[in-house]
């Protein structure tokens, strides 16, 4: 069973995992710290479920064989996928205020797009459309994959 962001009991347990983020968590890869990483992952489920466009690299590969394999694959996502200016901490994403706080808005933001179920979001900017199931999939994997950068 593919784990998702809309199930209580995984939402819960990824939320835990949030909690035991530190802003000194060692980093495992990439340039991001645990607070840069905490406003992108707002940043992300922010922009999905706005109206506010966001720059789109969406390809018919992107959007049907790499989509499959991000979503349905049973490996983890891999570091070093470039991500979308308005979610990069570095170019226009929200900039790292208080970590608490921030933490606090990341998690009130699961909340919510837990709660959405898919309903009324943008195209994702590389899988374009996605089903309500595909969303609360991204979601969980989207967040591990954050975690799981940070050891958590």
Known sequence: MNKDIANPDQRADIVARLRRLAPDSPRQWGRMTPHQAVCHLSDSFRSMMSSAPITSIATPLSRTV????????PMKWPPGVKTMPEVDQEIGGTKPLEFARDCQELETLIEQFAAKQGAGMQAHPMFG?????????????HMDHHLRQFGV
Not at 129 to 141: F, H, P, V, Y
């Open 66 to 73: 790499i989509k499959w394999i991000a979503l349905q694959a």
């Open 129 to 141: 459309r996605m089903t309500a199931a595909e969303w609360r999939r991204w979601g969980w994997l």
